[in-house]
């Protein structure tokens, strides 16, 4: 049986993936259990090496251990967030022009961390190591994370992943009860949008896709029309 959302907006798969953004910005409205469900069955769904299922996810709403949990996190998410602008030059170039993307996006950063703590749910994806670390070990729970922020927007609600719990993760750990041995992978809110949903932009996929050779765009590698791009991401030769 599938969750149907209140208002639905039947997407596909395709589009479902072109439009989730990193969602920052959450209305007050909680998000019903039958939703969160959904998008934990949707987490639970992704694959994992040999099919070990390593991943967990502790949810966290409203009660003692979630709001501590936020506090955390939230006091972690301002002092990251403050060393960032400070050190990356936010308020500086472009971004002294409030109408810029990159004014824009330390204005969404800034009220995410001031309102971390008002986050409708909280979830904390860990991975139960059965092996010494191998580099690829966050394959196993990472397309997890997504599935999950995927099935958020599939049912009317966004997120975003951070790792805003790093410098806080021995307190969590205590409050949580996390054993030893346990990679706690990311720190993910999910709320109700603020705002709208809208396509993510990246750079083109003939920039980021090779073919036979490193560097060789294949000739059929195309955006489809209409896509928009961003600007962000590793300099680029002129
Ligand atoms: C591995 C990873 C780490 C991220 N860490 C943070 C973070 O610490 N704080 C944050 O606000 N967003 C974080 N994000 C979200 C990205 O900033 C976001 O996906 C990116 O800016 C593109 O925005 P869009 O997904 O809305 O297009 C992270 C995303 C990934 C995949």
Redesign the pocket.
């Given at each position: 049986m599938s969750y149907e959302p209140e208002s639905p907006e039947p997407i596909g798969l395709l589009d479902g993936i072109a439009s989730?953004?990193?969602i920052?910005r959450y209305t007050d409205d909680p998000v019903p259990t039958e939703a969160l469900n959904a998008m934990m069955f949707a987490a639970t769904r992704a694959p994992s090496g040999s099919n070990r299922q390593p991943f967990r996810f502790i949810v966290l709403r409203d009660g003692p251990n979630a709001r501590e949990a936020k506090r955390l996190i939230g006091e972690s998410a301002r002092r990251?967030w403050g060393g960032k602008r400070a050190a990356d030059g936010y308020d500086r170039g472009s971004g002294a022009d409030a109408s810029t993307p990159k004014a824009r996006m330390a204005r969404t950063?800034q009220h995410?961390v001031e309102h971390f703590e008002d986050s409708p749910v909280l979830v904390l994806p860990c991975l139960v190591r059965y092996r010494e670390p191998v580099p690829t070990e966050g394959a196993s729970i990472?397309p997890a994370c997504q599935n999950l922020l995927l099935a958020a927007r599939a049912v009317g609600y966004g997120g975003?992943?951070?790792?805003?719990h790093v410098f806080v993760e021995p307190q969590l750990r205590e409050l949580l009860h996390v054993p030893d041995g346990v990679f706690m992978a990311?720190t993910i809110t999910i709320g109700k949008p603020a705002g709208r949903q809208g396509p993510?932009?990246?750079r083109p996929v003939a920039e980021l896709v090779f073919e036979e050779s490193w560097d060789e765009p294949p000739a059929w590698a195309e955006d489809p029309p209409g896509t928009r791009h961003t600007a962000a991401g590793p300099p680029r030769p002129q």
């Open positions: 989730t953004r990193a920052r990251i950063m995410y990472y975003v992943l951070t790792g805003f990311a993510v932009r990246r």
